[in-house]
């Protein structure tokens, strides 16, 4: 059963850092790219960083230098380490394997307060 479960939302001030976590189904982990993506209220969802099979990351423009995706692939997880906290990046975090049309999580909210 292909499964994504995310944790570690909450509700952080700002400045502050928070670490979600995805874990994997192994045969979707290890065939697949892993991404973060978030909501915010009344905006589209959008790709936060991905990370390739082989490791390499990429980030959006807005969490550049703030933001670190991971993987470990002995535990069959992705990692999202947040620090820097804006209230803008409030959202609903949500994992992702395998692009747009491929397998997400359930979400995890993140509340940034100012």
């Known amino acids: 059963q292909v499964q994504l479960v995310e944790s570690g939302g909450g509700l952080v001030q700002a400045g502050g850092s928070l670490r979600l976590s995805c874990a994997a189904s192994r045969i979707i982990f290890s065939i697949n790219a892993m991404a973060w993506y978030r909501q915010a209220p009344g905006r589209q969802r959008e790709l936060v960083a991905t990370i390739t099979s082989g490791g390499s990351t990429n980030y959006a423009d807005s969490v550049k230098g703030r933001f670190t995706i991971s993987r470990d692939n002995a535990k069959n997880t992705v990692y999202l380490q947040l620090n820097s906290l804006k209230p803008e990046d409030t959202a609903v975090y949500y994992c992702?394997?395998?692009?747009?049309?491929?397998?997400w999580g359930q979400g995890t909210r993140i509340t940034v307060s100012s």
């Open positions: 992702n394997a395998g692009g747009v049309t491929g397998y």
